[in-house]
């Protein structure tokens, strides 16, 4: 039986976000390479695998639950959802641009640099965090994955309770 067009959509959206991920990571990289020869220092290198491992696994968690549960494309709900995803991507790439060569997937400081107070961060403290949580959400109710949305948002909460201290201290 063909898949309906929701979830094939579904699908496309969840492969365009691994697609957005892994240019995350090149450019996540080329900005740590280039904070570390800038006399940059790595902090919490601990946590960063089982957050790494959450990010890449919590998309095909939804998909799994949509797939296995059937779950149905829950109307207007799922266009909320979708809104909350595209808006929370751009306040993400609006604190990659702001943050420029300093922004990384990793937790890199060169000394006696000042955290940076413009773009959303005059706003926020936090906005690219403000952005996950959202997108966390949001992406697996897109199609009434809500079971994933609600594990998911509390491991990402259980992970940003370690990450956001260790930025607040570094």
Same mark, same amino acid.
């Given at each position: 039986?063909?898949?309906?067009?929701?979830?094939?959509?579904?699908?496309?959206?969840?492969?365009?976000?691994y697609g957005e991920r892994l240019v995350e990571l090149v450019v996540s990289n080329r900005n740590v390479r280039r904070l570390l020869a800038k006399g940059? @220092?790595?902090?919490?290198?601990?946590h960063f695998p089982p957050?790494? =491992?959450?990010? +890449?696994?919590?998309?095909?968690?939804?998909?799994?639950e949509v797939l296995v549960l059937d779950r149905p494309?829950?109307?207007?709900?799922g266009w909320v959802s979708l809104t909350v995803v595209v808006l929370a991507q751009g306040l993400r790439w609006w604190s990659v641009a702001t943050l420029g060569g300093a922004?990384?997937?990793?937790v890199v400081v060169v000394p006696d640099t000042p955290p940076v107070t413009n773009g959303p961060? @005059?706003?926020?403290?936090?906005?690219?965090?403000?952005?996950?949580? =959202?997108?966390? +959400?949001a992406i697996p109710l897109v199609h009434g994955a809500w079971l994933t949305a609600v594990i998911a948002t509390l491991l990402n909460i259980w992970?940003?309770?370690?990450?956001?201290?260790?930025e607040e201290r570094v």
């Open positions: 039986m063909p898949l309906a067009i929701s979830v094939q959509l579904y699908l496309v959206l969840i492969l365009a976000l940059g @220092r790595e902090y919490g290198r601990g957050m790494a =491992l959450f990010h +890449a696994l919590f998309p095909a968690a939804a998909v799994a494309f829950p109307g207007i709900w922004w990384s997937v990793r961060y @005059r706003l926020l403290q936090h906005p690219n965090y403000l952005a996950v949580v =959202l997108e966390v +959400a992970l940003l309770a370690v990450r956001i201290p260790l």
